[in-house]
């Protein structure tokens, strides 16, 4: 096999992205998205074909190519467990730079480092663009090796068994999961998979897992799923099981100034009031993250809807009343 030099490495992590969405790109169109010559893009589909037995082929209907098995990934890293551990460190520390005059540039060299991961992988560098900062909480070795062998497990679809504490039952539960994909959302890790106990793809923190282990099977990650479509109605880590509804959410125009500065959710929409409060209306499927985020601000924040929300809200502050009582 050609060993590949991180030019390379990039433009076929580039191209391979391509041909798995079925873009049907052709190598002039390589060519000019990628800054190179025709000719290169054809070296580098021989190198696709060659070294890394990728089912290349050409459709003339479309005028582009395409891969003929459409569940062939391509493996370009093989990192090695201290690589892992060091690229989740490596996550967590550039939240301390969020807000610093040279972000964009350490988020762009991150993206660069981490072009060629494997699609099992996400790695969410919007963080980096927001003006705050961040107090980071320990983090122990045994975590960062967990998050090593759940990679592993991850791309070369092995099943576990886990042993997970659930925080809202507290309760310790043993699960078999067939691991699709691990996303960093707001800078924590999240473990998306297959639960055979709960019979539907659930949503697990890394940190409650108590213990893990591979059972020796093997499963085959659904060709239709993707991440970001189950996370689409999500506020942030969790996922409700109903449809999407509508949250209108009026802050006083004292937090309006904050909540304009950034994008809390990608269907959300903003509204100046004349009084100089903020309406902020999104659709999600599940309401506890926004509740707890509304709480956060206090009498600052007033849900409009939906109702259930409301309702929620209300006997959360009185609850919160008589504990001071």
């Known amino acids: 096999m050609t060993v590949a030099s991180r030019p390379l490495l990039h433009r076929l992590s580039q191209m391979h992205r391509q041909f798995s ?51 062939y990934t391509l493996p370009l890293l093989d990192l090695t467990e201290g690589e892992l551990i060091a690229l989740f460190l490596a996550e967590r520390v550039m939240q301390q730079f ?21 699609e099992e992988v996400s790695v969410n560098l919007e963080h980096l663009a927001e003006a705050c900062s961040v107090r980071l909480p320990e983090l122990s070795e045994g975590e960062a090796r ?32 067939d691991p699709y994909h691990l996303v960093s959302i707001e800078g924590e890790w999240y473990l998306v998979g297959y639960c055979h106990l709960r019979e539907e793809v659930r949503t697990f923190a890394p940190r409650r897992i108590r213990s893990l282990r591979e059972i020796g099977e093997q499963f085959d990650r659904p060709a239709d799923f993707r991440i970001g479509e189950y996370l689409e ?14 949250v209108r959410l009026l802050f006083t125009p004292h937090a309006g100034r904050y909540v304009r500065e950034k994008v809390w959710h990608p269907s959300q929409k903003l509204r100046t009031r004349r009084d100089g409060g903020v309406e902020l209306r999104l659709r999600v499927n599940e309401l506890f993250e926004v509740k707890r985020w509304v709480l956060s601000y206090g009498a600052e924040c007033k849900v409009l809807a939906p109702e259930e929300l409301r309702r929620e809200v209300v006997e959360e502050l009185r609850q919160a009343v008589r504990g001071y009582a």
């Open 98 to 118: 969020r807000g610093a005059p040279f972000a964009h540039d350490l988020a762009a060299a991150f993206a660069k480092l981490t072009a060629g991961l494997p």
């Open 146 to 177: 967990l998050f090593s062998r759940l990679v592993r497990a991850t791309q070369e679809g092995r099943r576990l068994e886990l042993v997970y504490w659930t925080a809202s039952r507290d309760a310790t539960c043993c699960r078999r999961v």
């Open 21 to 71: 969405a079925g873009a049907y790109p052709n190598a002039s169109t390589l060519a000019q998205e990628l800054e190179v010559t025709p000719r290169t893009i054809y070296r580098d589909i021989d190198v696709l074909r060659t070294d890394f037995n990728a089912p290349l082929a050409y459709c003339p209907r479309r005028n582009g190519f395409y891969y003929s098995e459409p569940n």
């Open 233 to 246: 109605g999500s506020f942030g880590a969790m996922r409700g099981a109903g449809p999407a509804q509508t």
